[in-house]
């Protein structure tokens, strides 16, 4: 079982992914932008520490028996942007893409890269057309 979380550094307006791999008891940063900041190391524990504070409140310690801070973080090698400002897009497919330990690269190759724009603009298409959007009927009349 993996929790995807997406993490926003406002500071310079980055998004990456923290993700909580249950199973293996591993912390993986997905980030298409290798940054090595403190801001970013905080962000990583702030928002792990948050989420099991809640697991922490909602689960008996047989299910958390393993403290979460002797969990190993890695940072495995992602597809990397070419420009500052795809790190949202780049966070949707490393998410959407991500097997847990490893990344599915080759479907995720092909959506990311040279045609980056006509994918960008078909999740958008996705999104907007999806079921789970309340705004659906709204947009497909206007």
């Known amino acids: 079982m993996q929790l995807f979380l997406p993490v926003l550094l406002t500071n310079i307006e980055h998004w990456y992914c923290v993700v909580v791999n249950l199973v293996d008891k591993r912390i993986e940063v997905l980030d298409s932008m290798v940054l090595q900041t403190t801001d970013k190391k905080v962000a990583n524990v702030t928002v792990v520490r948050m989420l099991f504070n809640v697991l922490s409140r909602t689960r008996s310690r047989q299910q958390l028996h393993t403290p979460w801070n002797d969990w190993h973080v890695h940072e495995p090698k992602v597809p990397q942007q070419s420009n500052t400002h795809d790190c949202g897009f780049y966070t949707l497919k490393l998410m959407e893409h991500w097997t847990g330990g490893r990344m599915n690269t080759r479907e995720l190759e092909d959506h990311v ?23 659906r009927e709204w947009f497909l009349k206007n």
């Open 113 to 135: 890269g040279a045609d980056a724009i006509d994918v960008c603009k078909r999740l958008l298409v996705r999104l907007l057309l999806s079921s789970h959007n309340q705004l």
